[in-house]
């Protein structure tokens, strides 16, 4: 089975190539295929024939996209419709990563991938209309996989920010009010690379690892997995973070889905902090 990953410079990108060591594939860069460009797509997927195309490349700054929602659709959007035409064309399976953000985030209960979506931000706008365009241009090969709360580096990530500051500040503020389901970066690709070898039902999925937690939940398992006084973490309000795109006050999602397909059920997110901090 051939591999192509697109983002393999990001953070999912870094441990999906990780995952498949050993494995026939191919890991592309922003620098080495720009997926905004049609003609190059089509071009490189017609010379490596993949298999299964995992696209792991995003725009995912999201308070930049509320000023620079041109270059986010780009990304996010067009540009998933150029692979799931290129791989329509030429033959073989989408994997397609999107997010939480495509929810309200008003919810009491985990979002089930079939729950109205309303995303408020740029970003949630933007990553929506990419998954529409995946799954109308290749609604029988491709799989969209929502997630959330990513994490694991390299590069910039919350839990990475963590650890640096339990060094470097005696006390923190971490929001409280927002509750999510913290996700390993290496967990998600695992479970990306074992969709896309299966047979399972093409659709919109969601995968994080299991439980939820607040930011400062998260900031505080850091701390305590690191060895140093989880209370140093004290919680705080959104309100006190005011930030140009509003974050999701719920961010979690159901998993129903992901195990009804016959899939491998996610792990603790604690479980998964541990490895990730090791």
């Not at 064309?89 to 109205?116: C, I, M, N, W």
């Amino acid at each position: 089975m051939r591999w192509l990953i697109t983002g393999s410079g990001g953070q999912l990108g870094h441990h999906l190539q990780a995952r498949l060591a050993g494995a026939d594939v191919i890991a592309l860069t922003r620098a080495d295929l720009d997926i905004t460009d049609a003609g190059a797509v089509r071009d490189a997927v017609a010379q490596h024939q993949p298999d299964v195309l995992i696209n792991a490349a995003a725009y995912t700054a999201v308070d930049a996209a509320e000023t620079d929602e041109a270059n986010a659709l780009a990304i996010n959007a067009v540009a998933p419709a150029h692979l799931a035409a290129a791989i329509r064309d030429q033959g073989g399976k989408l994997v397609h990563v999107s997010t939480d953000y495509v929810f309200a985030g008003d919810l009491d209960r985990p979002y089930e991938p079939e729950d109205p979506v309303a995303p408020r931000t740029a970003y949630g706008r933007t990553k929506l209309a990419g998954e529409q365009a995946v799954r109308d241009t290749l609604p029988d090969h491709s799989w969209v996989v929502r997630t959330a709360w990513v994490h694991g580096g390299p590069g910039p990530n919350f839990v990475s920010t963590m650890a640096k500051l339990e060094t470097e500040r005696e006390t923190l503020d971490v929001v409280a009010d927002q509750i999510g389901s913290p996700t390993w970066a290496g967990d998600l690709a695992a479970a990306l690379i074992e969709l896309g070898a299966s047979e399972a039902a093409p659709g919109v999925t969601h995968f994080t690892n299991d439980g939820q937690a607040s930011w400062c939940d998260l900031a505080r398992a850091v701390f305590e997995l690191r060895g140093a006084d989880p209370e140093r973490v004290r919680p705080t309000t959104t309100d006190n973070f005011p930030r140009p795109a509003p974050r999701p006050a719920w961010s979690v999602l159901s998993t129903a889905s992901w195990t009804a397909r016959g899939l491998t059920a996610p792990r603790d997110w604690r479980e998964a902090l541990a490895e990730s901090l090791a």
